[in-house]
């Protein structure tokens, strides 16, 4: 069973930038596809991107050209790089993994507990 961990979360201003890893707790990490998904008040949890296992990326439309998802297998590590960050980027961010290529939360296997991201005027 994988654990996930992320950090990085924060208050930040309108047009600035933020990077969110998701630390996983061993190495069977770089077997996995990894996702990232956010959920603001009162929405539905949705798909922001994900890494692949060989460094494929899949984005979601409102936030592709602003986010970056890397992996680091040494480290255990993924990242959410974003970018030119809008108030409704505003939510809480999750990490997930799962062996599919699959935009579909409920196709994920582990999470993260997440963390809050929260983007000021």
């Known amino acids: 069973q994988v654990q996930l961990v992320e950090s990085g979360g924060g208050l930040v201003q309108a047009g600035g930038s933020l990077r969110l890893a998701c630390a996983a707790s061993?190495?069977?990490?770089?077997?996995?596809?990894i996702g990232w998904f956010r959920q603001a008040p009162g929405k539905e949890r949705e798909f922001v991107g994900l890494v692949g296992v060989a460094d494929t990326t899949k984005y979601a439309d409102s936030v592709r050209g602003r986010v970056t998802i890397s992996r680091d297998n040494a480290k255990n590590t993924g990242y959410l790089e974003m970018n030119n960050l809008k108030i409704e980027d505003t939510a809480v961010y999750y990490c997930a993994a799962t062996q599919g290529w699959t935009t579909r939360n409920d196709q994920y296997d582990y999470w993260g507990q997440g963390t809050q991201v929260t983007v000021s005027s």
């Open positions: 061993d190495r069977t990490f770089s077997n996995y596809n």
